[in-house]
């Protein structure tokens, strides 16, 4: 692969967003990614570092019997795809039941460094992907977990997301992001997905959406 061009981190006005840094995501976790805990530590030493004033993060958070858990439709498994207020959902396995030790934030973390974390996934009747915005509702509408504001708020331009899930919560984070108007980028190397087949159609989403997909060792 042709060297990366060297990122800029504006340390005022950049920030860095984890998503879903939790065990049940990890290996030997409910709905593993491939690889997952090998970024647990660049993840932590990139947050330690100084280099961004903000950082936010995100956590899974659904309450038992979540509408997205295969186990809440009768009769369907896990991965199974139905149609949800007229949208392709995933039916997952249970996963970050609020409480529980999968759902906690990864104890090798250091969260003090983060100002918000933002809690997703709570409306027992709509998933959310994204830590900007839910999934779809019976209104057909998106609605907003109120972290675009924040970071407007604290004078935000660039957002840089890693974490988990590649092809799910960081893509849907991070196309959201890019729409909401901030200069956007994977941090492709510190992330992680559910299924490696989809790497290249999540990479392509992402140019398309106007995100820039680029690894951590590019930043400057
Ligand atoms: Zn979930």
Known sequence: ?????????????????????????????????????????????????????????????????HISFASSHEGREPF????????????WPDHCVQ?????????RLPWDRAAVIVRKGEDPAVDSYSGFRNNWNADGERPATGLAGYLRDRGVHDVFLCGLARDFCVKW???????????????????????????????SDLTDAGVHVTDSVALA
């Open 80 to 91: 199974e795809v139905i149609e949800l207020y007229g949208h392709d959902q995933v039916l």
């Open 173 to 203: 984070s991070a196309e959201d992001a890019a729409e909401a108007g901030f200069n956007t980028y994977v941090l492709w190397d510190l992330t992680r997905p559910v299924d490696t087949s989809n790497d290249d159609g999540v990479r």
């Open 1 to 65: 692969m042709a060297a990366q061009q060297p990122v800029r981190v504006d340390r005022e006005r950049a920030a860095l967003i984890v998503v879903d840094m939790q065990p049940d995501f990890m290996e030997g976790g409910a709905l593993a990614t491939v690889g997952g805990s090998e970024v647990v530590e660049p993840i932590g030493r990139l947050m330690a570092a100084g280099r961004f004033q903000h950082i936010a993060a995100t956590q899974d958070w659904h309450p038992a019997g």
């Open 99 to 107: 409480g529980s030790t999968g759902a906690a934030l990864h104890e």
